[in-house]
């Protein structure tokens, strides 16, 4: 009994619909995507049982056929997003070609669904099936690199947590109402203002010798970034 009361469980533990009773009128994906557009709408904040029922056009107490409350709803949003993600690509070529590629997706992901990084930040990714073959997938690109279980494991998290980074930064760089933030120039000016002032001489030799930065683009320094850290990771070094 003590096992079976303090054994983890999630709204994939239990079957979409019980043995008895009528057929059920809408199933869990037709739920999660409306609650998907919801959020996308008018925020994380916004999804709770009796808005989805308003948008669903239905009584709050009839989804409750379906979940057991709002937190397996989100858990079946975050798991929604991951079946967005496309897995049909074959592995076995170039695995950091492969994994990169996937990191791209995970982050256009998240600029999607801002809300969903706020989401895993609260209550931690509770792996729904979905997620379960992106990781499965990821681990399968990862199978001809070098590096321990352990160590692949760890590079498909920095992996997410870089994807959420870029989504973030992306979502933050033209904020409503103050375009002037969203200038890359212009903060670099800046700070190359503030270096000549002379009180920071190691950010001055950093700049002197870095040279004027390249256009801003995200994708090529989010690959950048992933093609350096990821061979580390693993123990390989820098490709």
Known sequence: MAD????PTTVWSRPERGAR???PE??????AAAALALADAEGLAAVSMRALAQRLGTGPASLYRYVGSRDELLDLMADAVAGELDLSGATGGDWLDDLVGLALQSRDAHVRHPWLADLNDRRGEVLG??????????LGILAPAPGTAGQKLEAIGLLGGLA???ARREAAATPAGDPSTGDPA????HLAAVAAEGRHPHLLAALTAAGAPPPADRDALFVRL???LLPAM???GEP
């Open 26 to 31: 809408r199933s869990r994906t037709q739920i």
């Open 186 to 189: 212009g903060r670099a000016a």
């Open 164 to 166: 959420v980074l870029f």
């Open 21 to 23: 009773g009528p057929a």
């Open 226 to 228: 992933l093609r350096r």
């Open 4 to 7: 079976r009361e303090t054994r």
């Open 129 to 138: 099936p979905h997620a379960i073959d992106y990781l499965d997938h990821a």
């Open 234 to 236: 693993l123990g390989q």
